[in-house]
């Protein structure tokens, strides 16, 4: 069965630090892979998604199916950072997302 | 656009009672999703339809659930003899009728709480 994993409820990083934000997977086949953000009372959007291989707001990410993880990264954070983000899973031709739990991000000033 | 909405936003039913919750797509979408987040976890697929047809309902409970969405207006999941275990936020999203992926879109989501 396919399962994303977020090892980290909660992560607070000082404004202009490095941030990461840990995804590990585990699914047989081709996954398609996606991070989410929820900001304080937005709904939830869709942050970016490894096929498009692009920088969304200073984010990246890059798949790696060696070790099975989808990790977001931001060289320096911002204050406007601060949000719930959830790594997410699809099937290739299923279109049901497979959540993980979420790590809330606290960026301090 | 206005976006995925969904009513209501907060919903209290006793023990036994009926839920019902509507999502109304993003103009152009024919593709729904429902999802269920329990306390302190992720968003769990329920069901995906799409205007008149339920195409994967495998993360639908067997027993006091079910989902349409009519040809005319919106998609409705409808919970019956509500337990305090199915308190929780449910998400709805949609995407349009393309093939491939489609970025699913979320509306708010509506609370249940079950006394």
């Known amino acids: 069965a396919q399962r994303v994993t977020q090892p980290e409820k909660l992560l607070s990083v000082f404004k202009g630090a490095p941030v990461e934000l840990k995804c590990n997977y585990s699914?047989?086949?081709?996954?398609?892979l996606f991070w989410y953000v929820q900001y304080s009372r937005q709904r939830l959007q869709l942050l970016l998604r490894h096929i498009s291989r692009e920088s969304i707001k200073g984010f990246t990410a890059d798949l790696n199916k060696g070790e099975t993880s989808f990790h977001l990264k931001k060289p320096f954070a911002q204050e406007e950072d601060s949000a719930m983000y959830y790594c997410a899973l699809k099937n290739f031709g299923n279109e049901k997302l497979t959540f993980g739990t979420g790590t809330r991000l606290t960026i301090i000033p | 656009n206005a976006g995925v909405m969904q009513n209501p936003r907060h919903l209290v039913r006793r023990r036994g009672q009926e839920a019902r919750l509507r999502c109304s797509p993003m103009k152009g979408h024919s593709h729904v999703y429902w999802y269920r987040q329990l306390p302190e976890e992720g968003l769990k697929f329920m069901v995906y339809?799409?205007?008149?047809?339920?195409?994967?309902e495998s993360g639908m409970p067997k027993e006091r659930f079910s989902a349409e969405f009519p040809k005319e207006g919106p998609s409705i999941l409808r919970i019956q003899q509500v337990v305090r275990g199915d308190s929780a936020a449910y998400f709805c999203?949609?995407?349009?009728?393309?093939?491939?992926?489609?970025?699913?879109?979320f509306g708010p989501g509506t609370r249940l709480t079950v006394l």
């Open positions: 999203a949609s995407s349009p009728p393309q093939l491939g992926y489609n970025e699913q879109f």
């Open positions: 699914y047989s086949g081709s996954p398609e």
């Open positions: 339809l799409q205007k008149e047809n339920i195409i994967d």
